[in-house]
């Protein structure tokens, strides 16, 4: 199936059930983040920091689905493992329900990663290979909850049957390499809805599926979305899937943040020279475009251990104004309503 199919598959669906946004609703808020990671030489003591995530802010509400979006060795996973609590941060603050999760002590983390579902990009890998599908979903339950067996086995039944991995008592007894990928993957979204979470974060969910499976997936967290009011990050590269899933996008270039918008505006009028790049490489349902290649910018991601000054973009900007993007480190200008843009273009 082409990747034009499998947009019209989703957009064919119901729009996203959204709370209005209001400072009232923020569930999970992210302040001028940094993650920097140390390098050790062995022998040598101290080699630098590789600028994983640098000065990233941005507010999640309620029920909100947003897209972080952008090339692999931005900074996307990074962010992503901070805000499971798994990175420590070097620098700024998140805030989980108002209360910072830094500051978290063990029994509070713990309860806090509860309310976080993890999907993870390689479905097969995310499980125990030795557990079957009945043990991988009790075992959350037996580490987070006082549920009695009965209770487990029935949220589990309920889990299962959510994700459409019926019938349930002919899957409880497989083992992961028992399952297609797509069932794999409906296990695993499965495990991350098991504790009843707020806030799901989905790395690359469909990037390891088939095209055809893609469209069941996406469609399955989409309505599990709308049902429960979850909030969901979804990471990935791929501009073609997250245009009719997300309410906002959020474009990552080398651990910053160089443009962040609702969908349709982002669409309709990407700003950022890399947005730009990003939208002109997505596939477009049109036979002539097949063996036409596309201009991309010259040159590979700055190296994060020693990052360019200023506008991170700017050794691969072709609109690059030598003496102010590779001197200056651009804030983000709004060009419009809810839409930012770190470019000095827009000064």
């Keep these: 199936m082409a990747d034009h199919t499998i947009l019209e598959s989703v957009q064919s669906t119901s729009s996203v059930a959204l709370n209005p ?34 000065h990233v802010s941005f507010d999640l509400h309620h029920g909100e689905a947003i897209a972080i979006v952008g090339e692999s060795g931005c900074g996307k996973s990074s962010l992503m493992k901070t805000i499971l609590g798994l990175n420590r941060i070097t620098g700024g603050a998140i805030y989980y329900k108002g209360q910072s999760i830094a500051g978290m002590k063990h029994a509070e983390l713990r309860k806090y990663r509860a309310q976080v579902g993890y999907v993870q990009q390689d479905p097969y890998g995310a499980m125990a290979p030795f557990m079957s599908v009945e043990k991988i979903l009790e075992e959350p339950l037996l580490i987070n909850t006082n549920l009695s067996r009965p209770e487990r086995l029935q949220r589990i039944e309920q889990a299962l049957t959510e994700v459409k991995v019926t019938p349930v008592q002919d899957f409880l007894p497989k083992f992961p390499h028992m399952l297609s990928g797509g069932q794999q993957q409906r296990v695993v979204i499965a495990r991350a809805m098991i504790l009843e979470p707020q806030l799901v974060v989905a790395d690359e969910p469909v990037s390891m599926l088939d095209a055809s499976v893609r469209v069941e997936i996406l469609k399955l967290l989409r309505s599990l979305q709308e049902k429960h009011n979850l909030a969901v990050i979804y990471i990935t590269h791929d501009l073609s899937t997250v245009r009719y899933f997300s309410r906002r996008i959020f474009v990552m270039y080398a651990g910053n943040l160089v443009e ?31 063996y036409t290649f596309k201009e991309v910018p010259p040159g590979e991601p700055p190296n994060l251990i020693r990052p360019p000054a200023g506008c991170r973009f700017h050794p691969r900007c072709a609109r690059m104004i030598s003496g102010v993007c590779d001197v200056e480190v651009p804030p983000d200008f709004q060009v419009e309503p809810d839409h930012t843009v770190r470019c000095w273009l827009y000064k």
């Design 21 to 54: 946004e209001s400072k009232d609703e923020v569930l999970l808020s992210v302040q001028d983040l940094q993650v920097w990671f140390e390098l050790r030489r062995f022998g040598f003591g101290h080699a630098g920091y590789v600028h994983a995530v640098d």
């Design 260 to 290: 962040k918008a609702k969908t349709e505006d982002l669409l309709r009028n990407p700003s950022h020279p890399y947005t730009q790049a990003l939208l002109t490489g997505t596939s477009e349902p049109d036979a002539n475009n097949a």
